[in-house]
């Protein structure tokens, strides 16, 4: 098969696979002169974007998708009719290089089926980032899937060369597993896991004083150093610098929002995982009668993310966010919207008091706008005003907060969720104009604090009754 018509296979086989990122990752450039190729700032390619925000391009494939192993979810499983393709480590190697000299990608992400034994695939794959690194002097972003029975030292030696290793769950629980993908253990993949935990701990205490892993120049000098003694023992302030990462598909199995959670939070908590990826579940051609026919909706997929976010950096429980009478997150309300209306005992919560974890629980409230209330509340009363110029949801905020000309009449109003949902805008799609006035998408921008600034309630503007 030519190479072109291998890259079409498995770079489409790869699409299901939505742990695609290369945040944590620090800026590393090859230097001119040094005959290095690549750099990591932060049809086969996906796009992904750092913490800062850029967006970033890998080269993103299959080594194959023939594989030992028959997951019914998976479109490449064993009992499978798609055509199959297989690369070889060189052809990986040739395509990485050839795609970031057009500066089409900064990286790759490289995954595959398990062909003959994890060991033997894990070799391969390895082979990728070892010639990539060695050969070539590759200082661009590499993530390589890895594979939970593989060998340690080949897990060992992946993380030598990988920016980020990750090993997919794929599953919240054991008998998730066992009825779609039984020769997949959660106990062996979360084995593997605690290893890589293992190592990357190694590499922080290794690390400076500032206990970090590397980056930048020395990133690069210690990659080369590794390169020029590719036999020698791995330097553990080497291993994986951007951490690890898991998958976890949505909608396969009957699990709930709950569960789901529950799993992701453990995994964040027993491996420092740096994310756990949410994944629909997509219907795949010819599929088991086991799998739903149908996708789940998106938003489902959206809103884990938020109740994700709000357990990572909000404070917030996973237990919180769902009941034992509703288990799924509401698909109407954002997880953190949902969780006020239940516990409005909980507030109305006064801006300029309020401590900075309190305030992080008021609907329509980012980590950013907290910083700035607090930053603003040193020096004056926050007025209402106030509220939309730090960049607030104000129109989701305003039920729930106490400010100095504000306080909430509609609190206890039974009918708040109906009267929330309707505030949502459901403008119609306009073209742009070039030369429009700006407007800030969130909470109302111009045109609402030109409205408050009028003298207009606080309720009319809400609701619209203007």
């Known amino acids: 098969m030519e190479l072109e018509a291998k890259l079409a296979v498995l770079a489409d086989a790869a699409k299901y696979d939505a742990s695609c990122a290369s945040s944590g990752s620090k800026g590393r450039k090859a230097a001119a002169g040094s005959g290095g190729i690549g750099s990591t700032d932060g049809m086969g390619i996906c796009h992904s974007y750092t913490p800062d925000g850029r967006c970033v391009s890998l080269l993103k494939i299959l080594l194959t998708n023939y594989c030992v192993y028959d997951c019914l979810y998976c479109i490449n499983r064993r009992s499978s009719g798609v055509e199959r393709a297989r690369f070889t480590p060189d052809e990986v190697v040739r395509l990485t290089l050839d795609f970031y000299r057009r500066n089409y990608i900064e990286g790759l992400f490289l995954s595959s089926g398990i062909a003959r034994s994890p060991d033997h695939t894990m070799e391969q794959l390895v082979e990728v980032a070892r010639t990539l690194r060695v050969a070539h002097d590759f200082q661009g972003y590499i993530h390589l899937k890895t594979i939970p029975h593989a060998s ?42 605690t290893a890589i935990r293992g190592r990357i701990d190694e590499a922080r205490a290794a690390a400076p004083t500032e206990q970090r892993a590397p980056r930048g120049p020395e990133l690069v000098t210690l990659r080369r150093a590794a390169a020029r003694r590719p036999n020698a023992a791995v330097a553990p302030s080497l291993f994986a610098p951007a951490g690890q990462s898991t998958q976890l598909i949505v909608g396969a199995t009957p699990s709930t929002d709950a569960t789901i959670l529950a799993t992701a939070t453990s995994l964040y908590a027993t491996h420092r995982l740096r994310r756990v990826y949410y994944s629909a579940f ?141 505030a949502r805008p459901r403008a119609a799609a306009v073209q742009t104009d070039l030369f429009a006035a700006p407007a800030d998408a969130r909470g109302g921008g111009l045109a609402l604090a030109s409205a408050l600034g009028t003298g207009a309630s606080a309720r009319s503007v809400l609701f619209g009754e203007l």
């Open 152 to 193: 340690p030292e080949l897990i060992a030696e992946a993380g030598r060369w990988a920016d980020r290793l990750s090993i997919n769950a794929e599953l919240p629980t054991q008998g998730d597993l066992a009825a779609l993908a039984p020769e997949k253990d959660l106990g062996v993949i979360r084995g593997a896991m």
């Open 282 to 422: 997509s219907p795949i051609p010819d599929a088991p009668t086991a799998l739903p026919s149908l996708s789940p909706p998106l938003v489902r997929e959206h809103r884990l993310y938020q109740a994700d976010w709000l357990v990572r950096f909000y404070g917030f429980r996973a237990a919180e966010l769902t009941t034992l009478e509703a288990p799924d997150l509401d698909l109407a309300l954002d997880p953190k919207l949902a969780w006020a209306l239940r516990n409005r005992a909980d507030f109305p919560v006064d801006v300029n008091r309020a401590p900075r974890a309190v305030l992080l629980r008021i609907p329509g409230v980012g980590a950013r706008s907290v910083q700035r209330i607090l930053a603003t509340r040193r020096w004056r009363r926050l007025r209402l005003a106030d509220l939309v110029a730090l960049k607030v949801a104000v129109k989701r905020a305003l039920p729930f907060v106490v400010t100095a000309d504000h306080a909430p009449r509609l609190l206890d109003a039974g009918d708040l969720r109906e009267r929330l949902l309707a």
